[in-house]
């Protein structure tokens, strides 16, 4: 360290603007800064919190164990009431993130099988979350465009049906030609379906969250009839693609039953490719001003087509990463069912991660690892796993109208304006 | 100048020269279709024969029998001959009529086509498209409902799928139909109230809203379909609506069958659509309605409750969507299965702006979706080589062509998605 502290040239500007306003600056203002969590994190986290104690009133509501418990006895319902919450939700934390006592024995025993058996939670949570992320990002980029993209699954069965066909027709390539040629194949799949509802929007007008829930069911026919005819799998009775080939699979790091693959590597770089866009360049800096303020951004010279254009076709680009993620990491082939929903639950996470990189990154880990803690709740509490569902619509009502959550938990309404999305209606 | 400029415009919306000229090509086009995709392959004196009534009518009339060939070149030449005036002269406010008659040319080619050398029973298949064509009609109805009044509901499918469950629930618990109906409504309504008071109240961006309701009603039906109707088959046993023919009128030719030979769903289909129609366009009730949906500042300045409006408009439509729910199970399926309202919720949505936000336009739109899903299913059985998914998918892009302007400019309500607030 330098003893000698060099003397700090005298800020100019700010030397023109006091002689300009003839007065000195005033006086420091004395900080308001409020204790604790900004609301802006806290919402969210009590948004959470109160999508689980709904989930638990609804475990509890439609149990046969409780009903039959106060059948006997106040006590006994209570007591049934608590078994059954604390059964199912041990069951999801376990499920999701691994049994410590199992996971401290396998250690001990050494047995490398057993090992990965133990971790294989957790790793499985980080594997549903990937496409989570990359379908997450994919709706917070459109809503910082100010486009409502409805359509990632449909552009994330567009990438899919792309990044298949190219993982199955090349054949002897080497990995490293073959793999990034299958992701961008998915990556072009979905933007073609993102710049189509885009291009009307910025073109005609229509509204594109009709056209993009149309083209939603378009991609679900038209990879209906690809499965059923050209891209079924000779000799297989049931819809589904050929196998990809292995020079297009996204490695996995450990052998069987972990499944986790690069391509949660992938999403947290595109995570950050995303927050480099948005915030660092000057193409992003438009994006969000047309967002933000269409007219103003006009007003400003950018081109407002253009950025609704290049915002949906960047969206759906994100959107057919998260399909080819998905065939070319866990299933390796395509088939009708490979979705359950990402992109509908990626409306709810791009709200939830505030439509900021790091926001839906870490939300895609919550509701991966609750997606995969519930297949366990399932089996072993018999909750039906689609509670997960129920769980994300509340949190999602809660975060779109963070009024109820400010009500129930008595927090006092920031002063500026929140930064909730506003999307006018059908007329564009 | 600002009238000049208005009345301009308005000159442009009714003979635009751009969209007579793209009329009179896609006639042609049409015309030339005809010929070109359907004539090779068929032989001279082939016949396609049309059966006219149900095995089960007491009046059969012979089956209807047409050259193949014949009727093709002749449905194309006046097709070709539509266009040519289209383009020479325009038929200006009639455009629309004549273009639905073009397109019902090129449906009959194309069944004349499907079924040449065969016998399709056309009563059966337009009763078959009038059934089809209930969910989807009444899903835009409800989509009506909410949206002229200004609040966007893409939450119809929810709706239906969550009064499909309550409605095969309840009705196998009290095993009767029509108290599994009136759950089914009872259900629609109440999720409704939660779009409305997201939207309303919290000024909930409406499409989010509409999708908590979707991933809601997912989620709810899934998990008590996997926890209740799956483990327990008497849960998922209602009671349905089966065909009640209405007596004399079920037995005229081709009419009877068609129309009056239905389920109770197509009735009140029908009752709604009067009832709507009138109610909208023909009363006090309807213009409130319409004006908190156009322009509701003015509407409250009239002493209109926009809020109440509203809540109002938002409940009826869910109970309507509620209602079609319990088609699926209570009049056509039985039971209740995962995700079985397919998107037919979404459809209706789509046969909504098809139908420009009327509840007729609505219907017209629902019977070609219904129609499109009814040949789907019969495309097999004829043989057709054109995969059925490609049927299915005309809905959806027909409404984005419709959505795209360029076959006459859909026009939602002005205020549609736009949450009110009082000053």
Redesign the interface.
């Known amino acids: 360290m330098n003893p000698e502290k060099t003397p700090q040239p005298p800020d100019f500007g700010k030397l023109v603007l006091e002689e300009i306003n003839h007065e000195a600056a005033p006086p420091p203002q004395p900080e308001r800064r409020k204790r604790g969590i900004p609301q802006s994190v806290l919402i969210p986290l009590l948004a959470v919190l109160t999508g689980l104690i709904f989930g638990a009133i609804f475990i509890i509501l439609t149990s046969q164990e409780v009903y039959n418990g106060f059948g006997q006895s106040f006590g006994a319902g209570l007591t049934a009431m608590w078994d059954v919450v604390a059964r199912s939700y041990t069951a999801l934390f376990t499920g999701a993130l691994g049994d410590p006592v199992r996971m401290i024995n396998a250690l001990q025993s050494g047995n490398a099988l057993e090992i990965r058996r133990a971790f294989n939670p957790f790793l499985e949570s980080l594997v549903t979350s990937t496409p989570y992320i990359f379908a997450g990002l994919a709706v917070a980029l459109g809503f910082r465009a100010g486009v409502f993209n409805i359509g990632a699954e449909g552009q994330l069965f567009m990438g899919a049906i792309t990044a298949t066909y190219v993982g199955y027709k090349l054949v002897g390539l080497p990995m490293i030609i073959h793999l990034p040629l299958a992701l961008l194949a998915g990556a072009l799949g979905g933007a073609i379906w993102g710049f189509i509802p885009g291009w009307l929007k910025a073109k005609t007008g229509g509204h594109e969250v009709i056209n993009t829930i149309m083209m939603n069911y378009i991609a679900f026919r038209l990879s209906e009839w690809l499965l059923t005819g050209p891209m079924k799998r000779p000799g297989s009775y049931n819809p589904v693609s050929p196998e990809i080939q292995p020079s297009a699979w996204l490695p996995r790091f450990f052998e069987d039953p972990i499944r986790f693959h690069l391509g949660f590597f992938l999403a947290l770089g595109m995570a950050y490719v995303v927050y480099w866009f948005l915030f660092k360049t000057t193409w992003g800096f438009e994006l969000r001003t047309v967002g933000s303020n269409p007219y103003g951004a006009k007003y400003a010279g950018m081109d407002v087509t253009k950025n609704t254009v290049l915002a949906m076709t960047l969206s759906g680009a994100l959107a057919g990463l998260a399909g080819a993620n998905e065939v070319l990491g866990v299933n390796h082939s395509l088939a009708m069912a490979f979705s359950s929903g990402y992109g509908f639950d990626s409306i709810a996470l791009a709200l939830l991660g505030n439509n900021h990189p790091v926001g839906v990154v870490l939300a895609s880990l919550l509701f991966g690892t609750l997606r995969n803690g519930a297949t366990s709740m399932q089996l072993s509490a018999n909750v039906p796993n689609d509670i997960i569902s129920v769980l994300q619509a509340v949190i999602l009502a809660f975060i779109a109208a963070p009024a109820i959550i400010r009500s129930l938990y008595r927090l006092r309404k920031p002063a500026e304006g929140e930064g909730m999305i506003t999307i006018k209606g059908w007329g564009g | 100048m600002a009238t000049t400029t208005s009345a301009f415009h308005r000159k442009i919306e009714v003979v635009s020269p751009t969209r007579q000229r793209v009329m009179g090509i896609l006639f042609i086009l049409l015309g030339l279709a005809l010929v070109f995709f359907f004539t090779p392959g068929l032989s001279q004196g082939q016949v396609t024969t049309f059966g006219l009534s149900l095995a089960t009518s007491d009046i059969q009339l012979p089956p209807w029998q047409v050259h193949t060939l014949p009727t093709l070149y002749g449905l194309a030449v006046v097709s070709a001959i539509l266009g040519g005036i289209q383009l020479a002269r325009g038929f200006g406010r009639y455009t629309n009529w004549v273009l639905g008659l073009v397109v019902g040319f090129f449906i009959f080619g194309f069944l004349v086509w499907a079924a040449a050398g065969k016998s399709l029973n056309l009563v059966g298949m337009l009763n078959t498209t009038l059934s089809r064509s209930v969910p989807i009609t009444l899903g835009a109805l409800s989509g009506i409902l909410c ?1 002229r009044s ?1 609040v ?1 509901n ?1 939450a119809i499918e929810g709706m239906m799928l969550t009064g499909a469950m309550v409605s095969a629930l309840v009705g196998s618990i009290t095993q009767n139909a029509w108290i599994g109906l009136l759950a089914a409504i009872f259900a629609g309504a109440l999720l409704a109230l ?1 779009h409305a008071v ?1 939207s309303i109240k ?1 000024k ?2 409406q ?3 509409g ?6 009603a ?3 039906t ?3 379909s ?3 109707l799956q483990v327990n088959q008497a849960l998922n046993n209602p009671p349905t609506f089966g065909g009640t023919p209405i007596p004399l009128l079920s037995e005229v030719p081709i009419l009877g069958p068609v129309l009056f030979n239905n389920s109770i769903f197509v009735y009140v289909m029908f009752v709604l659509l009067i009832v709507l129609n009138i109610a909208l366009f023909q009363t006090r009730w309807g213009l409130r309605l319409r004006a908190v949906g156009e322009h509701p500042k003015a509407a409250d300045t009239l002493g209109i409750d926009v809020f109440k409006t509203r809540y109002m408009a938002v409940i009826l439509g869910g109970m309507v969507a509620g209602f079609a729910g319990g088609y699926f199970t209570l009049g056509s399926a039985g039971r209740f299965d995962e995700v079985m309202t397919a ?1 037919r919720g ?2 209706g ?2 046969a909504m ?1 098809f139908g420009n936000w009327n509840p007729f336009g609505a219907f017209g739109a629902g019977l070609l979706f219904g129609f499109a899903d009814a040949l789907a299913s019969r495309l097999a059985i004829l043989g057709v080589a054109i ?1 059925s ?2 049927l ?2 005309a809905p ?2 027909a ?2 062509i419709v ?3 360029v076959i006459g400019r859909a026009r ?7 949450p009110y607030e009082k000053e």
Not at chain 2, 211 to 216: E, G, K, P, R
Request: glycine share 10%.
């Open positions: 949206e200004g966007v893409i939660i997201l919290y909930t961006n499409i989010v809203s999708t908590v309701i979707n991933i809601f997912t989620g709810l899934s998990y008590i996997a926890k209740f998107g979404f459809i949505l789509a702006i995969p998914q490609f299915l998918m959806y892009i409404t984005m959505l795209a302007g939602p309500p002005a205020a549609d998605g736009i």
